[in-house]
């Protein structure tokens, strides 16, 4: 099927897509019924691996000692690159799952210690003894700022150049100016459940649960490393315990687990130990990040200028940092520069709105500071230079925009007329109070996405597809699509995902996930509607569906009867037509915060927080809702305490477990509120939504920021925020 534009269809009815639904995956998980990845059980023989990172973050293994480490009790076998045929590498990332005898990056694979307990695996894993010869790395993404080149294009590498007009001439000219450096830190993914596989092989066909966002991701890359055709994985990912992008494929539990299940012939169970999700696994990189504004006295931006360096492994692809200014706002004259770093880090990936919520961090806190040049409301500022047009190509329109009416709810929910534009004019007893506003963007793509629908003997409808659902509510909205399409309700509706052998969707990740996958469903029941009306001789035009019925000339049949002699199955693509192309298509939103600020200590405590989303039809409020309030979370997190720190001398991330990276905790988390832009976007898709957990996320750590700001009168260009950096600047106001 070739999706165009969406017309008057049943979801505009709003039966059961655009109506609170409670998750039907809930009970599973709060009765502890949902089997992770780890949790698989198989009638067969378990082992356990336990894998080994390296010590050093740049050079060669010298040798292996593992004389010890296999004598210990229990031992089954130790895999290393000594013993197992080169592993390569998938076509997403650059490091590979298994080092040597070149080490990439610190705690990068060297072993995987397999034995029949997983107290025994891990005591001979302290026993085994690596020799590295040490080289000499570059770990500073500050020190080769200046020298960076310029990025590649290429998959997930957007032009490393952009430039409309001619932006030195207007920014020279321009009347109020804004020059600033911004930077952002290397940050973890954090998520509850760490990476963890079990794998078996029976005779060449590789069997293997793991948490992954993307299965078809997943199985291209895991072939790609093993030297295995795809044909020969089967992935599963029923339940996925969280992830922001750390999991869109294959990392080395996955790759290891299938290496140690073929050498020992057992199924294997693996799982990383946390301080290797920082440094074995990906991780957002850090950026430095130069924002230019130009813009006349009525505050008319006429010059945009951004540009950022992030560093990354050999092959490894840049922050993105730029993609927010490049859509955000109009002005004639603008350029983009993204610069890419060679650093012998662990590799910098994808990370819950990559791109857009570093790049926002900078961006919006130079619109911040414009405004107060130009005596100009921050509001009022991002109103006027709002467009309906893709700012690099005038000629074409966004499906649909409405940044302005965000904004200006936003405002009118939140009170800002009570704002004070002077800093530190408004305090409680010793706390400091003052309000931040950020404008929010993030990409509304869609991909190709296929499902299979069964109307089985008693009635039911069953949906499969390999789409993930990693704590989002995807199972929960593909059943209201097929009960909106069948006249049902989501009771009536058995879902089934994550499984390569159903039929493929994009899986979990840019956003991309809800609107694909649930375009897919609807693909798959229309091609089953038509197959019902073939079997009753009708054309589909004549049927109508409701409360388990089907309407044929105002005679009614009960849907059950259709599969009395058999279940009747139909499949189906949605693909996209040629003329998507002809808009911009993105999500918008605005993130308004009140911080408390205590004058002597500079705590900060942020007290309210709300975002107003404009992301087409929300398919189920309720599970949207918990999306934002999560990405507001975490864009706290982002704006005052996540930051992973850099040993500079020997390469590695110094704070690689829960207790030194410091995420939000319940008592940090303030009022919030969300509110949803009453519109829908016909050229979305068939059920005319969006995306929309990650928009929760990009703006909010600049409203803070900026709030911030507007509290003590200090500006923190370098994020996270934390008290050294206020008290630093203490001494200035």
Known sequence: ???????????????????????????????????????????????????????????????????KARSAEGVIDIITYQNVPEVGTGAFLSAKALGGPQIQHYHQAVAIVVATTFEQARAAAAALVVHYKRENGQYSLESLAASAPLSKSGAFRPEPVTSLGDFESAFHR?????????????????????????AYWENDLLHCWTGVQQLNWGVRDLALALGVPKEKIRMRAPFIGGSFGVKGTVMSDTVLAALAAQKTGLA??????????????????????????????????????????????????????????????????????????????????????????????????????????LGIDPVELRIINDTQFSPEHPDKPFSKRNLARCLKRGAETFGWEHRSAQPRSQKTGRWLKGMGVSSAIRGAPVMPSAARVTLQSDGRLNVKTDMTDIGTGTYTILAQTAADMFGLTTADIDVQ?????????????????????????????????????????????????????????????????????????????????????????????????????????????????????????????????????GGMVMGLGAALMEELVVDERLGFFVNHDL??????????????????????????????????????????????????????????????ITLDKLLASSNSI
């Open 1 to 67: 099927m070739i999706f165009d534009k969406a017309s008057e269809n049943v979801f505009d009815q709003q039966r059961v897509v655009g109506k609170p639904q409670r998750r039907i995956d809930g009970p599973l998980k709060v009765s502890g019924s949902a089997t992770y990845a780890y949790e698989q059980q198989l009638n067969q023989k378990l082992a356990y691996g336990y894998i080994v990172g390296a010590q050093i973050a740049f050079g060669k293994i010298s040798g292996i000692d593992d004389r």
């Open 174 to 198: 321009a009347a109020f100016k804004v020059d600033e450096t911004y930077t952002t830190p290397d940050q973890s993914h954090a998520m509850m459940e760490p990476h963890a596989t079990l």
């Open 268 to 373: 294997v169970k693996v799982t990383l130990q946390r301080p290797l999700v920082a440094n074995n696994t990906a991780h957002r990189p850090a950026t430095i990040q130069r924002v230019q504004l130009g813009a006349n006295p009525d505050g008319k931006l006429i010059a945009i200028g951004h540009k950022s360096v992030s560093g990354n492994i050999p092959g490894g692809r840049p922050e993105a940092a730029v993609l927010s200014t490049r859509y955000l706002y109009h002005a004639d004259n603008r350029l983009t520069e993204l610069k890419l770093a060679e650093l012998n880090l662990p590799e910098g990936s994808a990370m819950r709105a990559p791109g857009e919520a570093p790049g926002q961090m900078a961006l919006e806190i130079a619109m911040d500071e414009l405004a107060e040049k």
């Open 497 to 629: 995902l994550g499984d390569s052998a159903f039929p493929e969707s994009p899986g979990s990740g840019g956003q991309w996930g809800a609107a694909s996958s649930t375009a897919g469903v609807y693909a798959a029941c229309v091609a089953l509607q038509e197959k019902l009306a073939d079997e009753m001789g009708v054309s589909l035009n004549d049927l109508s569906f409701s409360n388990g019925q089907i309407v044929v000339n105002g005679k009614s049949i009960a849907l059950q009867s259709l599969a009395l002699e058999g279940e009747i199955s139909a499949e189906a693509k949605m693909e996209y037509a040629e003329s998507r192309k002809q808009f911009e298509h993105q999500t918008f939103g605005a993130h308004f915060v009140e911080v408390a600020v205590n004058e002597l200590s500079f705590e900060v405590r942020v007290k309210r927080m709300l975002a107003v989303c404009d992301a087409g039809r929300i398919i189920n409020p309720k599970a949207a809702e918990n999306q934002v309030l």
């Open 659 to 720: 207790a030194g990276y410091e995420i939000p905790v319940h008592a940090d988390i303030p009022e919030q509120k969300v509110i949803f832009i009453d519109d829908v976007d016909e050229y979305a898709g068939p059920l005319k939504a969006k995306g929309v957990g990650e928009l929760g996320l990009t703006g909010v750590a600049p409203a803070i920021a900026n709030a911030i700001y507007n509290a003590t009168g200090i500006r923190v260009r370098d994020y996270p």
